[in-house]
Nanobody, 116 residues
Framework: VQLQASGGGLVQAGGSLRLSCVVS????????VGWYRQAPEKQRELVAG???????NYADSVKGRFTISRDNAKNTVYLQMNSLSLEDTGVYYC???????????WGQGTLVTVSS
């Protein structure tokens, strides 16, 4: 199983980025997917999650600014990030929960840096 995250980069405050994460090398069923971020010297936290039926949930800090979506046919999940602020800086990781192995798999992380 391989997860490839992309889309990070340097952006000015108020700008937007779109992250993508694709899983390959498996025929396992993809269930819940989450985007997490880890800011410098902070613990990794859940930013947004989406179920297989596209029920979503968001951290309070990103509600109204971030949108998670998925394309099951492409084994891909997206995170659209708008109105970015300095506090959104960090490494963003995707996590796919697969069945029937019943475990989560992490992507390698993509760095988002928001500048003033």
């Amino acid at each position: 199983v391989q997860l490839q995250a992309s889309g990070g980069g340097l952006v000015q405050a108020g700008g937007s980025l779109r992250l993508s994460c694709v899983v390959s090398g498996t025929t396992f069923r993809i269930n819940d997917v989450g985007w997490y971020r880890q800011a410098p010297e902070k613990q990794r936290e859940l930013v947004a999650g989406i179920t297989r039926r596209s029920v979503t949930n968001y951290a309070d800090s990103v509600k109204g600014r971030f949108t998670i979506s998925r394309d099951n046919a492409k084994n891909t999940v997206y995170l659209q990030m708008n109105s970015l602020s300095l506090e959104d800086t960090g490494v963003y990781y995707c996590n796919f929960y697969l069945t029937p192995v019943d475990r989560g798999y992490w992507g390698q992380g993509t760095l988002v840096t928001v500048s003033s």
